[in-house]
């Protein structure tokens, strides 16, 4: 199952700064987001 790719949040170990920098973007993008949590 290492090789499937898993829909988790969770980043991959090996991560690029473009990718950490997109990463980073979708969190802050989400926590401005008004997301209807309970």
């Keep these: 199952p290492s090789a499937t790719p898993s829909p988790t949040p969770t980043p ?5 700064v473009s990718d ?3 990463l ?4 802050m993008e989400e926590h401005l987001k ?5």
């Design 24 to 27: 980073f973007e979708n969190a």
């Design 20 to 22: 950490r920098k997109r």
């Design 12 to 16: 991959p170990a090996k991560l690029s």
């Design 34 to 38: 008004p997301s209807p949590k309970p």
